[in-house]
């Protein structure tokens, strides 16, 4: 039977199953049919042919229609049960098949071709794959009798291995045969297959039950909004991002927007997972006194809630990097096994009629070593990138050290004790490493606090651009913004520093690791094994353990990051809330049990130390004795309160004492910073009291009670607070929210055509509606910048009319309307609207001459209350404060200005607008867009090239980028790259030489040396070399990054300086049409881009495609028919890369405009919570911000979603680049005597693309991304700057020009634009030097542009101005704006001190100052701050009322001793008193100045010298007003006229 084994010549090429050797020991049944190796072989093909034939008609007729497409079937698609062990199993199948064909085909030796050994295998694995296909096919369409032909295949296959491996056994077949232990795995895997089959039949009854159970796809897929498949789709899907092809290529066709990634998978919202961590959070609390305290309990609550993923994660990631150590191994291997001089095999066993090998033959077969390779690589890539993709879906990344002790076992196994040498090396210099991390994020910090100085900075300067060019003023800002940019730039220098040495140590720490390794190895022991498979096994080996400390910093630091951060929520958790929803029996029963009719219940504000119990039962007995004497008609009652904003402060309300009547109007007035305001905010709750207490009455919200008697019953709230309904509140500063007009104004309440119209009419905004570009759907911007101040004012006060609540708080609606709107809101809005519907209304206001129609009138002063009762009540006791306002009123009944509109634009600024919205919305577009423009006109054509510009590369910026860095530095740049690559492929080179001539020294040796001594291989030479090498390579390591980091910095520098000064320099009409936030992000994101950003992607990217090319090199060098396999790998990779690429960015742009509005929606939230809160709007902000949460998510998902399937596709061409490569170079060594040595370098490479080819593609999608920054701001670059250089040099112009004041207007005619009409036309007028003159005209007459045309804001194209013998169009422009003075309508404060405001230049002695301040009423309040002129101006002066700001800019003109004044309709947002003061300064402290004014309110201009009236652009009158007023049929006449 066990003959020996004798090739005959005749048959080595002939084929035949059972083989034809001579002897025909092959077919010898005479010990039984089963007996015979062969015919167990062919026995085992009938269940496979039997799958394949059953199963091909049915896959073909029945899902050829849709099976094509890669479809999901949304109404069928279901999962059967054991779901993903089944493909799990498949996969191990498929795998141990692979290894029985290899072993068939290894151990069929080279003669005789037996194929009985590896067909049947074949066709098992054929038939493994279609079943997992039919599977798949018969799950998708939930046809489950379908798979009884599977149950029948696993049943045949496991018996048939069974009896197989049964007769193993007998004949003593045992596990030191490979085939036997296969075998026994395949039964393995057939029985396990089968008991999943067998469990979806007791789980679906599918068949042998009468009922089987109805099941339905998951929710989310029946609802086809939802395109993010990965948690339903099957394993391979999941493994490859299979799902994601079509979504990707479709980004070609059509750009992704937020409708084609569709909604959130239930299980992904932000709902879901929120209702998560609070269970798990508050499942912490019901544990008692054993729930940790503290950060602790947030992280114990997240792993609770997201461990389970957490855990998937590590262990993919653990798997990842244990099967990543296959790679050296395999090098090693082969490389051992081509260095072996005889390449010759033992002949196999022969059992059975059959050959046998042993698992270590098979496994020293170099061939099936590069195959094991390649799964290896193509399992640990997917396992990798399945770990990135769930730690990133649970947001916590996490790497594991195992790399670390692994590497270094596996090292030392291979060289010895040098290995740990090296390792110290890398050791030693890791808490460098870490030093430089925590340096680096230190820098960063740095840099971030002095960005966010310069960013505030820039926007003062930009918010207040108008009146710095008015006052000339750029320049002084301009360095401020430089200076701060300065200390941005020394902490940038840090961070570039920081960053070039980290990169510098993550390329150096390997090579001086390695070189020490094989020095050490080779001088250390005489016979060192300095073989090539040692030596390209352990260069592997030190690129793995590089990796994890190169991140083991980042690591530290995220981990610090981390711990900060749930520090700093824990502190926000733990902080009390106003209204926390408790529930008191007590209080529920008491607000349903007694319905008096107006049952009122206090309102406790913030102060929760007392225990609830006690407060309840002070507040019955209180309650009992008030009740009896209260009156029934009091809506909010405050006894006795006391209120501070700081829990620590003093109080800023004390001693109040006011009822506000139900269903009347109640106004509240005093001067200005009396505490108005602050006294609706502490009715409201949003004041900390300090003592006393807020009753509302419970039947205030008789309407809403329909709507929220639910919420009423729910949430009778903590103790003594009584929940008051839904308050209408119109802030004094108006909060606008980012949308429509019409959703601004409705504020979530369903819309009603007929109130909506009402309420327009009434806020007189259909005008201003008209005039902007999409009517009342036209989006506000943020906090209503395109918006005048009093739009944004109507707005909101409109909203407050629309709502149906019964309680209105109004605080000061007036304050930027001018007096006939103020009279139409009064009349037709505050009056018929409110009052007459007898809702509560509670207004703030300094309109003095509407208190006859108050019913309650509440006068304040200093924070108290001074009187309150009805106007009669005062007249009778307290007749001198009666009277005070009787003259006040007096002065507002002779406003009688009826055209002048205030905060709203004059026509031909409502044109600018118009134009300024158009324009806005364009430039909008091009942002979102990005692309250059399109000439073609046909529609499709320019969708087709608006698609080619998105499939290219940004070329263009990336050439400002460099050329904005210098020649000297590219080439610098360039060459350092190119030496440093060139140098580390000769250090590799020179390695494989010396490890070569190691074996081929040996190997001589063996043959020709008597004496051991004359041979010994000298190391020292090669050693010499390498060790020149390396250090060279580690100089050239530091010299590029810091090339690169430096080009970096200069480039950073450049480009803002050049931005800035541009900004600066530009005309004002870039700002009127130009959204403030998009010149702001130029500053912000895109600069931060260029300065941090893009240094290191450009490292990246330039390290990794090198180390690309320099791989491709050397494996072509080595094996050259490497390079025919290379063409269809480049072009999958070009068209991978080219998809990829667009669709990323696409993402990319998506999760940045989906971040963008959920974090607006949250500053715009907190910004606004006061109002949000007096509307009980909580839930509704709340769900809002979900929804956008979700919406960015979604984004973010399919940005990962996407970057894995794009690693995915790459890591399997870098297998397939290992796997060619290796079997190439291998045939090569076997056939061609190739030295082992190359062969070692050559997979050493291969091995490395795979890693840099991801890295190339995805940094290219980054640097495409980050490029549209630069982009962006080369695009402000191109910006016209305004002519500042005048005709005349300085030495020319007088030093106290314009000493007298006197202006000669020539037929002036002005326009804003070349492009538009002219706004003033052939303008004359003759103004004497110290005449104060009043200019007044309806609205649109060009009263502004009168006084723009004065500082060469607007363009001037005929007629002249000429001041005191100078035409002001030959001054430099610095010039003429230093040597007037203007206030403006809308006061401009920056932040800093008094002395900042008043005199930037600094040119001022404090006796001026303080002169300034006590012409303007201001010195006695300056007096008492702290600090005096010191004393601290916040951003946009928010600390100081309007009045306040007003007067200041009074006291700034004043300061500025310019012998011309011009007031632009300055007194349009101040109270009487304070208007007062600055006609009485205007008439006494500029007595000596000329003074034009443009006028508000006409009263102001009557005891002027000389009146202009304007029409249209030109001047209709012209004289002293006591001239014009006897003239019957004058304009000015008919103005005052009409008023009285």
Known sequence: MVSRYKPSPSSTMSLAFCGNDNNSAAYNVDRGVLNNGCFLDALSIVPHVFLLFITFPILFIGWGSHSSKVHIHHSTWLQFPGHNLRWILTFILLFVLVCEIAEGIVSDGMESRHLHLYMPAGLAFMAAVTSIIYYHNIETSNFP?????????????????????????????????????????????????????????????????????????????????????????????????????????????RPIDLKVIGKLPIAMRALTNYVLLRKAFEAQKTNGSSYPQGSKSIWCAMCHAFGKSLVLSITFRFLADLLGFAGPLCISGIVHHLSKENKTFLPPVKLLGVYFISSQEFLANAYVLAVLLFFALLLQRTFLQASYYVAIETGINLRGAIQIVVGVILLYYLLGISALIGATVIAVLAPVQYFVATKLSQAQKSTLEYSNERLKKTTELLRGIKLLKLYAWEHIFHDSVEETRQKEMTSLKAFALYTSISIFMNAAIPIAAVLTTFVVHAHLSEDADLSPAVAFASLSLFHILVTPLFLLSSVVRSTVKALVSVQKLNEFFSSEEIGEEHEFKDAVQLSSGNHTKYQAIPLKVVNRKRPAREDWRSYRSQRETEETSEEEDVCIKITNGYFTWMPDGSPTLSNIDIRIPYGQLTMIVGQVGCGKSSLLLAALGEMQKISGSVYWNSMSDHESEGEDSPIEKDSALDGDVRKRGSVAYASQKPWLLNSTVVENIIFEMPFNKQRYEAVIDACSLQPDIDILPHGDQTQIGERGI?????????????????????????????????IHLSDHLMQDGILKMLRDDKRTVALVTHKLQYLPHADWIIAMKDGTIQREGTLKDIQNSEPELFEHWKTLMNRQDQELEKETVAGRKTVLERKNLHRAMYSREV???????????????????????????????????????????????????????????????????????????????????????????????????????????????????????????????????????????????????????????????????????IDQHIPATLECLSRSTLLCASALAVISYVTPVFLIALVPLAVACYFIQK?????????????????????????????????????????????????????????????????????????????????????????????????????????????????????????????????????????????????YEGLLSPSQIPTNWPHQGEIQIQNLSVRYDSTLKPVLKHVNAHISPRQKVGICGRTGSGKSSFSLAFFRMVDTFEGQIIIDGIDIAKLPLQTLRSRFSIILQDPILFSGTIRFNLDPEGKCTDSMLWEALEIAQLKPMVKTLQGGLDAMVTEGGENFSLGQRQLFCLARAFVRKSSILIMDEATASIDMATENILQKVVM?????RTVVTIAHRVHTILNADLVIVMKRGIILEYDRPEVLLEREDSVFASFVQADK
């Open 923 to 1089: 430039l909008m577009k091009t942002e979102e867009e990005e692309e250059e423009e399109s000439t073609e006109s046909d529609d499709e054509d320019n969708m087709s090239s608006v698609l080619r510009q998105r499939a290219k590369i940004p070329w263009r910026a990336c050439g400002t980028y460099l050329s904005s860095a210098g020649i000297l530095l590219l080439l610098l740049l360039l060459l350092s790259q190119l030496f440093k690559h060139s140098l580390m492929l000769a250090i590799d080179y020179w390695l494989a030489k010396w490890t070569s001539d190691v074996i081929s020294a040996k190997i001589n040796s063996d043959k020709n040396c008597t004496v051991s001594q004359e041979c010994r291989f000298s190391h020292s030479l090669y050693s010499m070399v390498f060790s020149i090498l390396c250090c060279l390579g580690i100089i050239l390591c530091l010299i590029t990054s810091v090339a690169v980091e430096w080009t970096g910095l200069k480039v950073a520098k450049e480009l803002h300086h050049s931005l800035l000064n541009k900004i600066i320099l530009a005309p004002m009409r870039l700002f009127e049409t130009t959204p403030l936030g998009s010149i702001l992000n130029r500053f912000s994101a895109d600069t931060n881009t």
């Open 1484 to 1488: 006494t402290a500029f007595s000596d």
């Open 145 to 253: 009798k379908l798979l009884l032909a599977l149950l029948v295949y696993w049943i045949l296959a496991f018996i048939i291995k069974t009896v197989k491996f049964a007769k193993f056994c007998e004949h003593g077949i045992w596990f030191t045969q490979l085939r036997f232990c296969i075998t026994g795995l395949l039964v393995v895997l057939y029985g396990m297959l089968l008991a999943v089959e067998i469990n979806v039949i007791r789980v679906r009854r599918y068949v042998c039950f009468k009922h089987p159970p109805e099941v339905k796809p998951p929710e989310d897929l029946q609802d086809l909004g939802v395109r993010f498949l990965q948690p339903f789709v099957n394993l391979l899907s999941k493994g490859t991002y299979w799902w994601m092809n079509a979504f990707i290529t479709s980004a070609h066709k």
């Open 1139 to 1283: 998809y990829f690429r667009v669709a990323s960015r696409d993402l990319q742009q998506l999760d940045d405009s989906t971040q963008l509005p959920l974090l607006s929606h949250f500053s715009e939230t907190v910004e606004g919570l006061t109002t949000i809160r007096a509307f009980g709007y909580e839930a509704k902000f709340r769900q809002k911000l979900l929804e956008y949460t979700d919406a960015n998510n979604i984004a973010s998902l399919f940005l990962t979603a996407a970057n894995r399937w794009l690693e995915v596709r790459m890591e399997y061409i870098g297998a397939c680049v290992v796997l060619i490569a290796a079997v190439a170079s291998i045939t090569n060594s076997l056939y061609n005597q190739l030295s082992s040595g190359l062969v070692g370098l050559g997979l050493t490479y291969a091995l490395m693309v795979s890693n840099y080819l991801n890295w190339m593609v995805r940094n290219l999608a980054d640097m495409e991304v980050q490029l549209g920054a630069v982009k962006r701001i080369n695009g402000l670059l191109k910006i016209e700057p305004e002519n």
């Open 786 to 818: 395109n918006l005048s101040g009093g739009q944004r004012q109507r707005i909101s006060v409109a909203r407050a009319l629309y709502q149906q609540t019964n309680v209105v708080f109004l605080d000061d609606p007036f304050s930027a309307l001018d």
